[in-house]
């Protein structure tokens, strides 16, 4: 026998580490289990919890259709997996590398543990095309610079989606309840939760594949139209497998008319590749958690100021792109990225807050929240990660919803307090004078900042931490 131990790969189709267990005859049938550990939860708010206890329900069902269960545990998993190799006689176990530190220390200690026992171990790169340090500079180093890193990702051939396991490769066992968000201390979700599981991940990609991809270089700035696939919970969790995904992306560019919507296909497949270039990061670097990539020649003196990031929070900033942006995640969990990039702008540009406040925040609330690309996308809108925003180039929050909210569309849906004010002086809000502001909508709330100011004092905060004061 030997145990699969599922982590951020809850999916039995296109699972390289569950194909290449099942295809170990020598080894015997495997035993698919799921460890319930702190680190699993951690800092995890409830939509979070509930995408993955659905993805689990999912994953069970289908081991139920294969002949076996999901066997669920509960625990340190260096002390769980070895009981269990103990409980089912199995002398392997294994699993899908994942790329955190944290996740890496994990891994260490259950390698260690297993080793103790003289249980074999063996670990694959399921998460992405092309694992951390395959890609390298022609000097051998990783990639600080997306575009190089594309360049060459693009270029590389992939690999065919992994085969399921058949039902004779599975062990027949029956495994425990997967327990409800409240066994686990959660309340329900104040957010809509989109369906987890591996069906509900097909329908996405075939639906984005049969028609917005083809518009999404286009329209994928634009948050109203709602253009992207929003498959990002799906990747995080892995309830559909990389693989399969650019399988289907290839298929969708042979299918595409024209050289524009070719294009927008290999558009999208750029976004993939940012995903891998932020994992490279993050293992690489495993301290970008909680540290700046970019060394500045002093601290970059962040302000304190409570209310402004509770303001911040509530989306009640007065600053209408940024506050729809925050009601979306707080209503859905989920916030388009052009908005994810203006908030996260308006966080550290305009309030002179600390990027890490926001990456806390959004870490709670959003059901996509992945390590690598939440703190990739904060370290980037903050000018301290790899390949940054420059620190000079900030956003204007009024221009960027003129631009990508022309007629206010975005914003009304998720500030209604501003439904009904004509979409010029949605925009304009911050510049309106105080009575203007109380007659149009007396319910939304005055700009709690003067962006001029502020990125005046935003260039000097930074120009210090660079040491030319
Ligand atoms: P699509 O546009 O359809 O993209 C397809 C997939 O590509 C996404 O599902 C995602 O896996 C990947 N992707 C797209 N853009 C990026 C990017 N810029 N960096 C890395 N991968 C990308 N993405 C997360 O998956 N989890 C996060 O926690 C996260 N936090 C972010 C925080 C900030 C401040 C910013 C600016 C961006 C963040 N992103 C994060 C990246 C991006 O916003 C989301 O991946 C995207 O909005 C998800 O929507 P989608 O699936 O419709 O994307």
């Not at 975005?410 to 009904?420: A, D, H, N, S, W």
Request: charged share 30%.
């Amino acid at each position: 026998m030997q145990l699969f131990w599922h982590r951020r790969d809850l999916r039995t189709a296109d699972n390289l580490g569950l194909a290449a267990a099942a295809d170990g005859d020598e080894f015997g049938d495997v035993v698919p289990v799921f460890c319930f550990d702190d680190g699993v939860m951690e800092h995890a708010g409830p939509p979070r919890v509930a995408f993955m206890l659905d993805a689990l329900d999912g994953l069970r069902e289908r081991y139920r259709d294969l002949g076996s269960d999901l066997v669920v545990r509960y625990g340190d998993p260096s002390a769980v997996l070895p009981r269990l190799a103990g409980e089912y006689d199995a002398d392997r176990v294994v699993w899908n590398h994942d790329y955190s530190g944290l996740a890496d220390e994990r891994d260490r200690a259950v390698r260690a543990a297993l080793s103790d026992t003289g249980i074999t171990h063996e670990q694959f790169h399921d998460a992405v095309h092309h694992e951390p340090g395959a890609i390298r500079t022609n000097a051998g180093d990783p990639y600080a610079v997306y575009t190089y890193f594309w360049k060459k990702w693009r270029d590389r051939e992939k690999a065919d989606p992994a085969p399921e396991p058949a039902p004779g490769d599975l062990a027949a066992v029956s495994g425990g309840a997967i327990p409800s968000l409240s066994d686990l201390g959660f309340d329900d979700p104040d957010a809509a939760v989109p369906p987890a599981g591996t069906a509900a991940a097909r329908e996405r990609l075939e639906s984005f594949c049969e028609a917005d991809i083809h518009r999404y270089e286009e329209m994928r700035d634009y948050p109203a139209e709602g253009a992207t696939s929003k498959l990002s919970p799906h990747l995080k969790f892995g309830t559909i497998g990389v693989r399969e995904v650019f399988e289907r992306t290839e298929a969708a560019r042979a299918a595409a008319d024209g050289e524009a919507e070719r294009e927008s296909v290999v558009e999208f497949q750029g976004q993939l590749a940012w995903r891998e270039f932020y994992a490279q990061v993050l293992s690489f670097n495993p301290e970008v958690v909680t540290k700046n990539y970019k060394d500045y020649a002093n601290p970059i003196e962040w302000r304190d100021d409570e209310a402004a990031l509770e303001a911040w929070k509530r989306g009640e900033t007065g600053y209408p792109i940024v506050d729809a942006g925050m009601r979306q995640l707080r209503d859905e969990a989920f916030m388009h990225n052009r908005v994810r990039m203006i908030v996260a702008s308006f966080l550290t540009k305009d309030l002179l807050l600390d990027w890490r406040a926001g990456y806390d925040h959004f870490r709670e609330r959003l059901v996509d929240h992945d390590t690598a690309n939440d703190n990739g996308g904060w370290q980037w809108a903050a000018s301290t990660g790899t390949d940054a925003q420059p620190y000079f180039r900030i956003f204007n929050p009024t221009t960027q919803g003129e631009r990508y909210d022309p007629d206010a569309e975005y914003i009304t849906e998720y500030v209604p307090e501003l439904r009904g004010v004509p979409a010029e002086q949605i925009h304009a809000w911050p510049d309106l004078d105080a009575d203007e502001r109380a007659e149009r909508a007396p319910e939304y709330p005055d700009p709690i900042v003067d962006h001029s100011e502020r990125r005046e004092h935003a260039l000097a905060m930074f120009e210090r931490a660079r040491g030319e004061d």
